[in-house]
């Protein structure tokens, strides 16, 4: 058992040391879809033009650390500020509310290169700090009872020279769940999910 160990740690070993890594600046805007298709990634960013922004688009920024394994095969730690907003409708009373959201996200996402180092396919899982659990909106303040949650991201990633094009889907594992409580009436209403997006960004490889 003891010699299969050692065996494993300097096959790793060997394979970390021949890696190549990178690291990248990106910067994603943010659409909020259900389903990572055509009609509904177009029709989220027509209304994000239309309004000018307006919508509940968002965005983030931050770094990307991509090694290069053996193989074509690469690991993709991630590390992004992200900021966005989504209406929250209690049905009983038809008050809307937005519940904003202000997090840090860990993707770690495994991949391959599909065309040398210039087109890559990726898949993995992001965890995410939520770094505002007790914004107010209007009468309502906002109490959160996670402040760690758990999605999932798949995408492909096109590089030209320095500049990097991605595209990911973004999805949920666990909810977000909040209270929204208001000062004067104690009306509560509940925020349980983890909104569904897609990021469609561009780096600069250093």
Request: glycine residues 8%; aromatic residues 12%.
């Amino acid at each position: 058992m003891t010699t299969k160990i050692v065996g494993g740690i300097l096959i790793l070993s060997s394979v970390f040391a021949s890696a190549q890594i990178s690291v990248s600046a990106k910067a994603n805007l943010l659409f909020p879809t259900d389903k990572p298709t055509w009609k509904n990634v177009s029709a989220v960013a027509e209304e994000a033009y239309e309004t000018s922004g307006k919508s509940n688009m968002g965005f983030n920024a931050g770094l990307s650390v991509k090694v290069d394994l053996v193989g074509g095969l690469f690991v993709m730690p991630e590390l992004y500020y992200t900021t966005f907003k989504n209406e929250v409708t209690d049905p009983l009373t038809n008050t809307t509310i937005e519940a904003k959201s202000n997090r840090a996200d860990l993707p770690v996402l495994v991949g391959y290169n599909v065309w040398s180092d210039a087109l890559g396919i990726f898949a993995g899982p992001v965890a995410s700090y939520n770094l505002s659990t007790e914004n107010q909106y209007n009468d309502f303040k906002e109490n959160a009872k996670n402040e760690f949650t758990v999605g999932y991201q798949f995408g492909a990633q096109f590089k030209i020279q320095k500049l990097i094009f991605t595209g990911r889907y973004e999805g949920a594992i666990t909810q977000d769940q909040r209270e929204f409580i208001n000062n004067n009436t104690s009306q509560t209403i509940r925020y349980d999910t983890r909104p569904s997006m897609f990021l469609a960004g561009v780096g600069y490889k250093f």
